[in-house]
């Protein structure tokens, strides 16, 4: 404990270079702490919406997965309803979200323009996956009968169009048989996803209409809804042998191409800054420890001569190092924090990404094993740079020592 209390002493000696090496140590440490926070916010942010978009599991025919379609749900799942209800007997199954996808034209009578067509079960699609379309102009869908079939037109689409909720469209597909299939609807409403490009062709309509179009009890695929999206590696495989023979499983992380791009990216970019950072906090550390090993020279030829051995001296230089990396590293922390709960009521929003229409809100993740492995990580840099950078010192000989000027 004397020891300790020796480095504390000895850091206080020259209170203005401690102070601005502390003060590096902390900035170095928030700075590490906000770019791991934003990352870990938006890794989050990015799992979450893939979950939710394409189910914790999807279920489908192998084939569907493994080859293209020659014709509209080739590799579709057949008798839905008995795998429906295999798959809700499974304890972790929540929702079960049935989906459609198919091609082809959508005519105002002047024009036609090609489609990205979706079906869906709306009652339960905008129930469990709540507000993901940002509704311009109408209502979302409902699975009330009406005598013309309704449909969500992307915004871009609908200006193309030209047409508004209660508009008059037509359909045009290709059956499962191959043959040409058109059908009257009318606009319910618009929509935006944010992603313009999709909005040129996007199109949502009931799991009826769509089979309707399509002339086919089939269904494209199935989302799973657990309990919790992180059981989804545990369970796939139970899922998978439920659903039963010519079926297979995916994970969300499987459907989810843009978020492993995104972390891939993340991970380097943030990865560099945190070794940027990490070298200049050690060269700061290394240069103020050297300073106060210069100028204590005599000082250690005196203890030496003292007594002192070269391994005490080290293990003093060490703890100098530990407080002032502990001290900057708890600063830095805190001012991360307080940066972080700003962020979360501020409301502040970032940029639209490439690609993108809107913006995000900018927030910081607080994950208390993130800061203590941060705050762990400086004090032993801070230690270790003392100590290396003391042993020469402290091996020094003794007359070698008392005689520097």
Not at 3 to 15: D, E, G, I
Not at 227 to 248: C, N, P, V
Request: include cysteine; glycine fraction near 8%; proline fraction near 4%.
């Amino acid at each position: 404990m004397k020891w300790f209390k020796f480095a504390v002493l000895n850091t206080l000696r020259n209170r203005r270079r401690s102070a601005t090496t502390l003060l590096i140590a902390a900035l170095g440490t928030a700075a590490i702490l906000l770019a791991a926070g934003f990352a870990e916010y938006t890794y989050q942010g990015l799992a979450e919406s893939a979950a939710r978009d394409a189910g914790h599991l999807v279920v489908a025919r192998s084939d569907y997965f493994q080859h293209e379609e020659d014709t509209p749900l080739q590799y579709g799942i057949d008798n839905y309803p008995a795998l429906r209800s295999r798959l809700l007997a499974d304890p972790d199954v929540r929702y079960l979200l049935p989906r459609i996808q198919f091609s082809g034209l959508v005519s105002n009578g002047d024009k036609s323009v090609i489609m990205m067509a979706t079906g869906i079960d709306p009652d339960s699609e905008f129930l469990i996956k709540g507000p993901f379309l940002n509704m311009k102009e109408g209502s979302l869908l409902s699975s009330a009968k009406s005598d013309t079939p309704q449909i969500l037109v992307g915004e871009a689409l609908a200006k193309t169009l030209k047409v508004h909720p209660g508009s008059g469209l037509t359909l045009l597909a290709s059956t499962t048989d191959g043959a040409l299939n058109a059908l009257d609807v009318q606009v319910r409403g618009t929509f935006s996803t944010g992603v313009p490009e999709y909005d040129k062709r996007a199109l949502y309509t009931d799991l009826e209409t769509a089979q309707r179009m399509l002339v086919t009890q089939k269904i494209s695929q199935l989302g799973v809804y657990l309990s919790d999206m992180k059981l989804a590696d545990d369970d796939r495989a139970r899922i998978e042998a439920t659903a039963g023979k010519g079926f297979t499983t995916q994970t969300w992380r499987d459907q989810a191409f843009f978020y492993k791009s995104v972390r891939e990216l993340y991970n380097r970019i943030f990865g560099a800054l945190g070794g940027i950072i990490a070298i200049i906090v050690l060269f700061v550390i290394a240069n103020a420890m050297s300073m106060s090993i210069i100028e204590r020279t005599r000082e250690i030829g005196t203890l030496r001569a003292l007594g002192t051995l070269p391994q005490q001296l080290t293990r003093i230089f060490a703890m100098e190092g530990a407080v002032l990396g502990g001290a900057g590293a708890l600063v830095g922390a805190v001012l991360a924090l307080i940066v972080s709960v700003i962020l979360l009521y501020a409301g502040i929003q970032m940029p639209p990404p490439p690609g993108r229409s809107v913006g995000y809100p900018l927030s910081v993740s607080i994950n208390p094993l993130i800061y203590a492995l941060v705050v762990l990580g400086v004090v032993v840099l801070a230690t270790l740079c003392a100590t290396l950078v003391s042993r020469r010192s402290a091996r020094k000989p003794i007359v070698e020592a008392l005689n520097h000027v």
